[in-house]
C-alpha cells in the first residue's frame, strides 16, 4: 500500500480510539458525578474500574484523574489529539498535588487556563511546563513495587521530622536497617490499634469506640451487596459502623442493628432514608462538588 494512503487511514484510526477514550472518559465521569458505582458494590470509582472493568491500578488513576478536568476540555481538541489521556492526567495530578500544598483549591477558569496551555504538547513538554509553573511540587512519588512473593520496594520522600523519628528508632532498636524498624513501628501501632474480645452491646447514645471496633473487625470489608448483581462492595477504606435501622427512626446500638459500611455505602444508605440534600451536608465540599460539574 502507497505509504501516504496508509497513513490517512491510520490518522483515522487513531482519531477512532480517541473517540473512544473520550466516551470512556464521560463515563466515568457520570459514574463518579452520579454515584452509580456506590449502587453497583463498589467503594470507589477506581474499584469499579479495576474490579468490574478489569483496568490495572495505574489506568484507572490516569483515567479517573483525566476524567475530572474533561467538562473544560472542547471534545474537538481530544479527539483531535491536542490534548489527550496523558497529558490531561498530568494536569490533573499538578492540580491536586498544588491544591494540597496550599490548601486552596483552583478555580474552573484557573484549570482551564492550564488545560489550554498544554494544547498540542507532548507528554515530556508538558511535565516541563508544568515543572515551570509549579516549581515548589515536588516531582518524586510514592512507589511501592512488588519485587517477588517476599519482598516489596518501598520509595518514598521523608520529612526531616519523619527522617528524625526513623533515626533515633534504629538507634533503641539496635539496627541500621529501615524495613526492620518499619515492620515493629507498624507491629506496634496495629496493637495499639486493634483491641481484642467482645464488648457489651449497649442502647446507650452513642456508639461506643469498642462496639464500633468490634463490627468492623468482625467484618473487615464492607458488607453493601448490590441487591442487583450481588457484587459485595468489600472495600477497607474509610470503614464505619452504619445502624441497618437509623437511631433517629429508633434504631438500637444492639449488634444485630449494626453493619460494617465504607463512607460511600454508609452515605448511600444514609441517602435511601433522608434523601440526597439532607445527606450532602455531611460530605466534603471536594466529594460535594462533583455532583455539579457540567459535562457536555
Ligand atoms: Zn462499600
Known amino acids: ?146 519485587l517477588n512473593t517476599e519482598e516489596s520496594r518501598l520509595t518514598t520522600d521523608l520529612p526531616a521530622q519523619t527522617r528524625a523519628k526513623l533515626e533515633r528508632l534504629k538507634e533503641l532498636l539496635g539496627t541500621t536497617n529501615s524495613a526492620e524498624v518499619l515492620d515493629e513501628a507498624f507491629a506496634a501501632l496495629l496493637a495499639n490499634l486493634e483491641t481484642k474480645g467482645m464488648p457489651r452491646e449497649t442502647t446507650a447514645k452513642l456508639l461506643p469506640r469498642k462496639l464500633r471496633r468490634y463490627v468492623i473487625q468482625k467484618a473487615q470489608t464492607c458488607e453493601y451487596v448490590d441487591p442487583v448483581t450481588g457484587q459485595r462492595c468489600n472495600s477497607t477504606h474509610n470503614l464505619q459502623v452504619d445502624h441497618i435501622i437509623p437511631k433517629a427512626k429508633g434504631g438500637t446500638n444492639q449488634l444485630n442493628n449494626l453493619r460494617c459500611l465504607c463512607r460511600q455505602h454508609n452515605l448511600h444508605a444514609a441517602e435511601l432514608v433522608f434523601g440526597r440534600e439532607h445527606m450532602n451536608k455531611f460530605r466534603t465540599v471536594r466529594e460535594r462538588s462533583r455532583d455539579y460539574v457540567a459535562y457536555h
Not at 505509504?3 to 491510520?10: I, L, N, R, V, Y
Not at 487556563?113 to 516531582?139: D, H, M, N, Y
Request: with cysteine.
Open 1 to 146: 500500500m502507497d505509504a501516504h494512503k496508509f497513513d490517512a487511514e491510520f490518522a483515522q484510526d487513531v482519531r477512532r480510539s480517541n473517540e473512544a477514550t473520550h466516551k470512556v472518559l464521560v463515563g466515568i465521569a457520570a459514574c463518579e458525578r452520579e454515584r452509580h458505582f456506590v449502587v453497583l458494590g463498589f467503594g470507589s470509582v477506581y474499584d469499579w474500574l479495576i474490579k468490574r472493568h478489569k483496568f490495572s491500578e495505574s489506568a484507572a488513576h490516569r483515567r479517573v484523574q483525566a476524567s475530572r478536568l474533561l467538562a473544560l476540555v472542547p471534545e474537538e481538541k481530544f479527539t483531535s489529539g491536542e490534548v489527550n489521556l496523558s497529558t490531561l492526567t498530568q494536569v490533573a495530578t499538578t492540580v491536586r498535588k498544588e491544591e494540597k500544598r496550599t490548601g486552596k483549591r483552583f478555580t474552573a477558569e484557573a484549570k482551564k487556563e492550564l488545560v489550554a496551555k498544554i494544547e498540542r504538547k507532548t507528554s515530556a513538554q508538558t511535565e516541563q511546563l508544568l515543572a515551570a509553573e509549579f516549581p515548589e511540587i515536588s516531582t518524586a512519588k510514592d512507589s511501592l513495587r512488588t
